[in-house]
Nanobody
């Protein structure tokens, strides 16, 4: 019933671009922050980018200058524009939502595979 659905993953050559999208269902009471995490084989899940309702953003050092996160508060959607992709960006990417500043990110998508070939 309550779920997030990511789209836009796929296979791309190094140096290329992909745009990931995610929409929060209407059943979620409110949305404070939205973000993207990723997990590569053999590695821990890491925060890629996060954006608050007010528009403040945070990025992992490894993607700064290459990835851009954006959101539409009215539609509760979040996007991740990924440019200059590298092989090390290969991972499963997950959309996540924080309902309230005092709560953890507790709504997650099923994940979408991003594979960058070199």
């Amino acid at each position: 019933q309550v779920q997030l659905v990511e789209s836009g993953g796929g296979l791309v050559q190094a140096g290329g671009s992909l745009r990931l999208s995610c929409a929060a269902p209407g059943s979620i009471f409110s949305v404070n922050a939205m973000g993207w995490y990723r997990q590569a084989p053999g590695k821990q899940r890491e925060l890629v980018a996060r954006i608050t309702r007010g528009g403040s953003t945070n990025y992992a050092d490894s993607v700064k200058g290459r990835f851009t996160i954006s959101r539409d508060n009215a539609k509760n959607t979040v996007n991740l524009q990924m440019d200059s992709l590298k092989a090390e960006d290969t991972a499963v990417y997950y959309c996540a939502i924080q309902e309230h500043p005092l709560l953890p990110f507790n709504y997650w998508g099923q994940g979408t595979q991003v594979t960058v070939s070199s």
